[in-house]
């Protein structure tokens, strides 16, 4: 598997239920042992996040503690 161009991404964690924190890494590879976004109960957490994009065009997403919604709004990609 090949990872493409990264893409740059607002992500926003909205009321999550407990602190923990977001990842984002190309899907088909293995998570990465970092944090994109980090947050605390309630809160509404914005977080600019360059990630590089899966070869079958899709990012994933890995949330470490309870449960929070995320708005994922992509913002353009980095030509090789």
């Known amino acids: 598997a090949c990872a493409?161009?990264?893409s740059i991404a607002v992500m926003t964690a909205v009321s999550?239920?407990?602190t923990g924190y977001i990842t984002a890494w190309p899907s088909g590879f293995s998570q990465p042992n970092a944090s994109?976004?980090?947050f605390t109960p309630g809160q509404?957490?914005?977080n600019l996040?360059?990630?590089a994009i899966g070869s079958?065009?899709?990012v994933s997403l890995f949330n470490s503690a309870g449960t929070t919604h995320m708005?994922?709004?992509v913002l353009?990609?980095?030509a090789p």
């Open 16 to 18: 999550p239920s407990g």
């Open 71 to 73: 708005i994922v709004d």
């Open 56 to 58: 079958n065009g899709k």
């Open 76 to 78: 353009g990609w980095l």
């Open 4 to 6: 493409s161009s990264p």
């Open 49 to 51: 996040v360059i990630a």
């Open 36 to 38: 994109n976004l980090n």
């Open 44 to 46: 509404t957490r914005p």
